[in-house]
């Protein structure tokens, strides 16, 4: 089973629910998909034992061949290349690699090399197998990261992962395939704002889901009526709480500090088990 | 997606000299980027507010803004296939990078990018590259200044694409109104739109927490902006949570030389002030106002030094 976890609004406790549900079923896979800004491990102090490089093909101009037709720049919708006189720039963080310009180039003057834009790493903690990925700082594009890290999905096993927030490509990329969706919210105008964003993506992709409310009183009770108006299953509330907030600054999961949230997290992953099965 | 930021250079490297971008970003979520650009939008004098966090939009829920002109968005093109033309050679298939039109071409929308490769491998002309809707695009006034915003629609691609529009849109509400200055709040993250939403600017501001997963965030959100030379400064929010990280930031900022403008207790006004509405400054006088008026003073000191 997959369930990923993911929120609309940034901050809301996404990788609070996904390591503690990680830790709560002992043998998991986890993959954090939050390639921007990776911080599951923070918490599951998985030693790093593998890594591997994320490239995209990028391509290459053959100035022999090319008689700067400029039928190529004309082709790509990502502005990736341009031809000025005598010279063919090419602009590599903007290309897509979708092969446009090889295929109109009448002087087959275009092949391709690869370029790194970031890292698949690997490694275990307790029975957990985990994995995240790394976008290079400077690099805009998210997404062949994300495909090459959600390669290493192992579907005999039950996976968490950990999702971006916002409701664009990355989180559509991260949740594509998940059995079930857990959103994580705050009982806030913000919150419930992206939170109903959130819920618009998982209906959209047709995934099951559940709320997960964070800080718990900290706010008003709107998001609260908001779920029972829609008829979405509030699969656990976390108390606003100092100590809370404190473990959480300290990177301690609230698995490992107390046998109470360990069940809590457990009792929750049982849940959506039954919830899929039906 | 990606394909913008070129885009976004060629249009502010030409800007005028006398108005200025300052960009509210985090690298982590929820640190309180959204709420502390709405109290600076109270405390700015000749301001035009940008909401570039355009997947999650939240700055209009305090600024509440009277939409005055509302403009369709097409991000990038999506495949149209005639089934009725199609001979079913699977060219198209075959040759999409993106895995985005099945054995039985039909077309999986949330894959397509838009590239226009299987509408030129098309042996019949079956596949037209159309329009896509992805958006709207508004310009609006508040109680505080104009502002440019926008809504991306579920499930899209480009929003770094749709930033750039904001920030232009923006930069045109500077120009017609005389403002001096473009607010601008960002999304999460390091990736395309982040870049986008801050490119060219006169100076980021990152807010940050004492957590080890903002840190972690802030350094490599510190990174992004070297990358594009952009200066930084840094404010500690909610800096009485842990007050041994918070001494860890300003640290690491000391030794990186970078400057902290603010250091914001943990103060449950923040969200009270969100519930009504309103910015923190409107809704309180306390020490966390006084705080971010103090904030506010010294990052218009630093733009000006900029100069």
Not at chain 1, 105 to 120: M, S, Y
Not at chain 2, 153 to 163: C, I, P, Q
Request: proline share 4%.
């Amino acid at each position: 089973m997959i369930i990923s976890v993911a929120s609309g609004k940034g901050g809301t406790g996404k990788t609070t629910v996904a390591t503690n549900i990680a830790l709560s079923i002992g043998k998991a896979q986890f993959l954090d998909c939050d390639v921007e800004e990776p911080n599951a491990n923070i918490f599951l102090h998985a030693k790093i034992k593998e890594r591997e490089d994320v490239s995209v093909s990028i391509p290459v101009i053959d100035k022999e061949k090319c008689d700067f037709c400029g039928k190529c720049s004309e082709f790509c919708a990502y502005n990736a290349l341009a031809v000025v006189r005598q010279k063919v720039l090419v602009f590599p963080e903007l290309c897509h690699s979708c092969g446009g310009c090889a295929l109109v180039c009448p002087k087959d003057a275009i092949t391709w090399k690869e370029r790194i834009v970031g890292r698949v790493e690997h490694g275990k903690t307790k029975d957990i197998d985990f994995y995240h990925g790394l976008l290079n700082v400077g690099e805009v594009q998210a997404i062949p990261v994300l495909k090459a890290l959600k390669r290493k999905i192992d579907r005999k096993m039950n996976v968490i992962i950990d999702v971006p927030p916002g409701t664009s490509c990355p989180v559509i990329e991260s949740i594509k395939g998940s059995d079930y969706c857990i959103l994580v919210t705050e009982p806030t105008p913000f919150g419930l704002h992206d939170l109903k964003l959130a819920v618009e993506v998982v209906r959209h992709m047709r995934i099951p889901f559940g709320i997960v409310i964070n800080r718990d009183g900290i706010g008003d009770n709107r998001v609260e009526v908001y779920c029972r108006k829609e008829h979405i299953p509030v699969l656990l509330k976390i108390p606003e709480r100092e100590k809370i907030a404190l473990l959480y600054s300290k990177g301690i999961a609230l698995a490992d500090e107390s046998h109470e949230w360990r069940e809590m997290f457990g009792l929750v992953f049982n849940r959506i088990q039954e919830e899929v099965k039906k | 997606m990606a394909g913008d930021v070129r885009a976004c250079f060629q249009s502010y490297t030409r800007r005028g000299e006398e108005m200025k971008e300052l960009t509210v970003i985090s690298g982590k979520g929820g640190t309180g980027k959204t709420s502390i650009t709405a109290a600076f939008a109270t405390l700015a004098q000749n301001a035009v507010f940008a909401d570039c966090d355009v997947d999650a939009a939240d700055l209009h829920l305090i600024l509440k803004p009277k939409i005055k002109k509302t403009m369709n968005f097409h991000g990038l093109k999506i495949a149209s296939i005639d089934k009725n033309l199609c001979i079913d050679c699977k060219k198209c298939c075959e040759s999409c990078r993106f895995h985005a039109i099945d054995q039985n071409i039909n077309l999986i929308k949330e894959s397509c990018e838009g590239c226009g490769v299987c509408a030129y491998v098309c042996p019949v002309n079956a596949i037209k590259m159309i329009d896509r809707d992805s958006g709207f695009v508004y310009i609006s006034e508040t109680r505080f200044g104009p502002m440019a915003h926008a809504v991306l629609n579920t499930a899209e691609e480009a929003s770094g694409k749709l930033v750039t529009v904001v920030r232009n849109n923006a930069k045109h509400l500077a120009e017609d109104k005389q403002k001096d200055l473009i607010i601008i709040d960002g999304p999460p993250g390091i990736g395309c739109p982040v870049i986008a939403s801050m490119t060219g600017v006169d100076l980021v501001l990152i807010v940050t927490e004492p957590t080890l997963s903002a840190i972690h965030d802030l350094e490599r959100v510190l990174g992004v902006a070297q990358h594009f030379k952009i200066s930084a400064v840094v404010c500690i929010n909610k800096s009485s949570i842990n007050t041994e990280n918070t001494s860890k930031i300003e640290e690491y900022c000391k030794k990186n030389n970078i400057l902290i403008v603010g250091k914001l207790p943990y103060d449950t006004t923040i969200t009270q002030a969100m519930i009504h509405e309103q910015s923190v400054i409107e809704f309180s006088d306390g020490v966390l106002s006084q705080n971010i008026r103090d904030m506010w003073n010294k990052i218009l000191e630093v733009l000006k030094q900029n100069d």
